[in-house]
């Protein structure tokens, strides 16, 4: 089991990078740039300041490799849950840790690690706290999860990003290592639970 977590930690690092739910079953094309999208979008990520709270359930592709992630976020706790290729794992950053959480004969483990790459959370977090550093294009708006999002393109790491009125990242399409991985939210919730960050197995020293 733990050569098995081994080896999905190698390909989760490198491959990044509900309650109540928006309903799942609408996406739309970008519409033209009708209003200051830019302006109300840093208005947003201005009056959320640190308290970013969310959760997301994204379809996602990245070279030939499709699959499922969610990311449940509540200020600093951070839990990213992937579904890949049937195998599913969850990484959760609490307490200024780092723990790695997967089943063995049905039975749930878990192993604190060194790191994880949380790369699209990072990003996230740096363009809401760096606005002014970014050379941001608007992209006008499109409906994500049912839900209408403004979209924007950020020149310095060739990236999209669209973002609902709550401030939740609904779309990211980034460019990592010679592929692009793109990020499509089917539901999301504006409310987590402290219990979505509680470890399933009481964690255990990841032997290297």
């Given at each position: 089991m733990k050569k098995m977590l081994l080896l999905l930690f190698i390909l989760l690092t490198?491959?990044?990078q509900v309650v109540p739910i928006v309903p799942e079953n609408k996406t739309t094309p970008l519409k033209p740039v009708t209003q200051n999208n830019l302006e109300t979008l840093k208005n947003i990520f201005d009056?959320?300041?640190d308290r970013i709270e969310y959760k997301v359930r994204y379809e996602f592709s990245q070279a030939s490799k499709t699959g499922t992630e969610t990311i449940a976020i509540k200020g600093d706790d951070i839990k990213i849950e992937f579904i890949l290729v049937g195998q599913s794992q969850e990484i959760y950053f609490v307490n200024?840790?780092?723990?790695?959480?997967g089943k063995q004969n049905n039975q749930m483990m878990c192993y604190e690690v060194p790191e994880a790459d949380k790369t699209t959370v990072k990003n996230d977090r740096d363009l809401r706290k760096n606005w002014d550093k970014f050379t941001i294009e608007d992209k006008g708006t499109r409906t994500i999860a049912g839900a209408s999002?403004?979209?924007?393109?950020?020149t310095e790491t060739k990236s999209d990003y669209?973002?609902?009125k709550e401030g939740v990242p609904l779309y990211i399409k980034s460019p990592s290592k010679g592929y692009t991985t793109e990020m499509t939210a089917?539901?999301?919730?504006?409310?987590?639970?402290d219990s979505e960050f509680t470890l399933p197995?009481?964690?255990q020293?990841?032997?290297i």
């Open positions: 490198a491959c990044t009056k959320l300041g200024s840790k780092v723990y790695m959480c999002a403004i979209c924007i393109y950020i669209c973002y609902s089917k539901e999301y919730s504006t409310s987590v639970k197995a009481t964690p020293q990841l032997q």
